[in-house]
C-alpha cells in the first residue's frame, strides 16, 4: 500500500462506492457516532470522510470537519453536504498521516474503515492523538484479519492484491493494538455477521504495553 495506490483505488470506487458500501457499513458508522456521546458546539474530526456517508447521522449543532486522501470522495461528500444543507460540516483533502491542525483541536476523532487502507496506520494514530484533545477518545472501525483459521488462510491469499483492493484483508488486530500502544476502553462487532470492529480507545497510550489478556481473548471471540 501506497499513497498513490489509495488515490488509485478510490479513485475506481468513489462513483459506485455507495451503492456498495452503504448499507453493508451503515450500522458501524451508527454506532461509533451514538459512542460518541457528542454534545452541542463539539468538535469532531472524521478521518477519512470518504463520501459523507456518516455525515448525517452526526447530531444537530456539532461541528464536523472531515478529510479525506481521496479528491474524488472529497467531490462526492462535498455534494452530499450541499443537498442536506449540512451547515457545520467542512471537508478537506488531505492526507492523515500529516495533518494539517493544531494539537488538541478536536473534541472527538474517529476514523472509520480507514486503517487498513492507510500505507502507514501507526503515523495515523499518532496525528488523531495528536489533534485529539487532551483526556479524548479515539474511535476507529475497521476490519481486522478473522480468528476463523480458514477465513484468516483466505485473508493472507489475498493480502498480495492489498494495492489492487485498496486495503489489506490480512490487517492483524493484536499487532495493531501492540504496535500503537492502545488502550482498548470497549471492543463491539459490527455489520453483517460483525466481521469489523468498532474499538474505543484512549487518547493517552497504554501503560501496559498493550491490550489485556482478558480483552485480547474478548476481541478474538468476536
Known amino acids: 500500500m501506497d499513497v498513490q495506490g489509495v488515490r ?57 470537519t472531515g478529510i479525506d486522501l481521496s479528491p474524488e470522495m472529497i467531490q462526492h461528500a ?27 483541536s478536536f473534541d472527538h476523532v474517529v476514523a472509520m474503515y480507514v486503517l487498513s487502507v492507510a500505507p502507514e496506520p501507526e503515523r495515523v494514530i499518532a496525528e488523531m492523538r495528536r489533534v485529539c484533545k487532551p483526556g479524548g477518545r479515539l474511535y476507529i472501525v475497521n476490519h481486522f484479519r478473522n480468528a476463523n483459521r480458514i477465513i484468516s488462510s483466505l485473508e493472507r491469499a489475498l493480502a498480495p492484491l492489498s494495492q489492487l483492493l485498496g486495503f489489506r484483508p490480512d490487517f492483524s488486530l493484536d499487532e495493531f493494538v501492540a504496535h500503537n500502544d492502545l488502550d482498548v476502553l470497549e471492543a463491539h462487532p459490527v455489520n453483517l455477521f460483525g466481521y469489523w470492529t468498532l474499538l474505543t480507545a484512549a487518547r493517552e497510550p497504554t501503560c501496559r504495553g498493550g491490550a489485556s489478556p482478558d480483552l485480547e481473548r474478548s476481541i478474538r471471540s468476536h
Open 78 to 104: 462535498q455534494t452530499r453536504v450541499e443537498d442536506l444543507e449540512l451547515p457545520d460540516v467542512t471537508l478537506l483533502e488531505m492526507d492523515a498521516s500529516a495533518m494539517e491542525f493544531s494539537d488538541a
Open 8 to 64: 488509485a483505488a478510490y479513485r475506481r470506487y468513489a462513483r459506485h462506492y455507495d451503492r456498495y458500501f452503504g448499507k453493508v457499513f451503515h450500522d458501524g458508522r451508527k454506532l461509533a457516532i451514538e459512542q460518541m456521546a457528542i454534545l452541542p458546539g463539539e468538535h469532531v474530526l472524521e478521518v477519512g470522510v470518504g463520501t459523507g456517508l456518516s455525515l448525517p447521522e452526526y447530531p444537530d449543532g456539532v461541528r464536523v
